[in-house]
């Protein structure tokens, strides 16, 4: 039955949606307006109706999925908690408000449920939820990123996917708090012993600063300049070395060896420029080997001796070593 109402509940949001789209298409007044506010309508109907409203047959099933969730050990049925969560994902997607009331719920899932599945279901919702409800999910977006860690590997895949998909629709922002260190990572061999998650990880960033560097080159070249820039200032707030390190490893999951001599060339540039920031990093052993395979990434952009600028970072690197 839990099942069921969480999929009734989806379908009533989908049908409501299609309404609103059919008012939008079909009945416009000669000012170009709709002659009502049918998203506030529709609106209202998903947040007052579906699951709160006092005669609404959905509003019991959002009760009771979110109390069989909380009380795993009086519903310890692995079948009847991967029901409830999916349900609950469902009930959360179609309404805010439930959305913000059980938040908290879909949280706890997602890091502390001891069924792998269960996990991974949780991860799934909350994709779901960061499209439908961004404001409400964006401040919990770190527990997503805290399954990168997983033990499972499954998991840790789904959130690695569901990572991408978000990023690069726009829905998070990775940039901030130093959580794309923490995919960058990944890229460690130490760090994951998985092929796919290090596969994943060097797909996430290929897509993020520009996969086909012919393409749309310029457009490309300022986002693979800004991301860089953006890396190098996170030294500048930053007082652990864990995350000076990670960050360290974000510069080096740069795609350095895919890009044009041209756009390389830039990326380079930027790297020297940002020399004061991180600078006083370079005492710091695991930083400075990191900065080493970025200094010979970066060489095959200056094939040629005699390039002053160049060859002046060379040495104040290799003198900090």
């Avoid at 997607?93 to 908290?104: D, K, L």
């Avoid at 990023?167 to 460690?188: E, N, P, R, Y």
């Avoid at 986002?223 to 390190?245: H, Y």
């Avoid at 999951?253 to 890009?259: K, Q």
Wanted: aromatic share 8%; net charge negative; charged share 25%.
């Amino acid at each position: 039955m839990l099942f069921i109402a969480g999929q009734v509940a989806l379908q009533h949001c989908l049908h409501l949606d299609s309404v609103e789209r059919h008012y939008k298409r079909t009945l416009m007044v000669d000012d170009g307006q709709p002659p009502m506010d049918t998203a506030e309508i529709i609106r209202q109907v998903k947040e007052d109706e579906l699951l709160y409203g006092e005669r609404s047959l959905l509003r019991p099933f959002g009760q009771i999925t979110a109390f069989v969730c909380l009380n795993y050990e009086s519903f310890p049925d692995p079948g009847l908690q991967r029901t409830a969560a999916l349900s609950l994902g469902k009930f959360m997607a179609v309404s805010q408000r439930y959305c913000q009331e059980h938040m908290p719920i879909l949280q706890s899932l997602m890091a502390e449920s001891k069924d792998p599945v269960q996990r991974g279901n949780a991860i799934v919702a909350f994709a779901d939820i960061c499209h439908a409800h961004s404001q409400v999910a964006d401040s919990y977006v770190s527990c997503l990123f805290s399954r990168l860690s997983d033990p499972d590997q499954t998991v840790k895949r789904t959130a690695m996917m569901a990572l991408t998909h978000l990023t690069l629709s726009g829905m998070i922002k990775v940039k901030k708090g130093g959580l794309i260190g923490q995919i960058a990572c990944l890229l460690d061999d130490d760090q994951s012993g998985d092929e796919q998650m290090r596969d994943l990880a060097r797909m996430f960033f290929l897509e993020l600063a520009g996969r086909d560097p012919h393409e749309h080159a310029k457009g490309k070249d300022r986002l693979m300049d800004g991301l860089l820039e953006k890396i190098c200032l996170r030294f500048r707030v930053i007082d652990d070395p864990n995350q000076a390190l990670m960050t360290a490893k974000s510069l080096n999951a740069m795609p350095w060896g895919s890009v044009t001599q041209a756009v390389g060339l830039k990326m380079a540039e930027r790297l020297m420029d940002a020399w004061p920031l991180y600078q006083d990093r370079l005492c710091e052993q695991p930083v400075m080997e990191v900065f080493k395979e970025i200094h010979s990434k970066m060489a095959r952009f200056y094939p040629n001796a005699g390039d002053e600028r160049y060859s002046a970072w060379e040495a104040k690197l290799l003198s900090a070593a």
